[in-house]
């Protein structure tokens, strides 16, 4: 951990505000429901459960097993592109956003894979992990604390 505290966001970025963040979750979670859909409705119709998709009732009896090939599919989509060079999901580079490490450099895979699955523990808490973004001086949320990241915005004009 550092143990200098850097208030300010490195050059030619802000800290992104909870607002810009949510909405770019928002977005991440549409496109990312999409993306589970194309997988797991011809899975499921392959597999010859398709005729519970009719029925929801039944269909939550199956739908435990597929809650791993979910996270698998949600933790390559976030791991991958955060820490791609892009350093952002679709949805945070719509919303003009990138992950870094606190000095303001790109994440490592693993890096990005221990920020995924700390949301569990964002979540864990009544989403109060989540809420905290909205409070800490850099904007955080429990899990950029957990894998040192912070979640920043270009300054425009730099």
């Avoid at 505290?5 to 030619?12: E, F, L, Q, S």
């Avoid at 991440?28 to 409705?41: K, P, S």
Wanted: aromatic share 14%.
């Amino acid at each position: 951990m550092n143990d200098a505290p850097n208030i300010t966001a490195p050059a030619g970025s802000t800290y992104a505000p909870f607002s810009r963040r949510a909405l770019a979750f928002s977005i991440d979670q549409v496109i990312l429901l999409f993306v589970i859909l194309l997988f797991i409705v011809p899975a499921t119709i392959l597999i010859g459960l398709g005729t519970f998709l009719a029925w929801p009732f039944v269909f939550v009896m199956f739908a435990p097993p597929v809650f791993p090939v979910t996270t698998i599919i949600a933790w390559l989509y976030f791991a991958a592109q955060e820490s791609s060079r892009h350093q952002a999901t679709f949805g945070k580079r719509l919303c003009g956003l990138r992950v870094t490490d606190m000095q303001g450099n790109r994440v490592t895979f693993a890096r990005a894979t221990l920020r995924f699955f700390g949301k569990f523990a964002s979540s864990a808490i009544m989403l109060l992990g989540w809420i905290m973004a909205a409070f800490t001086e850099k904007h955080q949320a429990l899990h950029d604390m957990i894998a040192e990241t912070l979640v920043l915005k270009k300054v425009k004009g730099s």
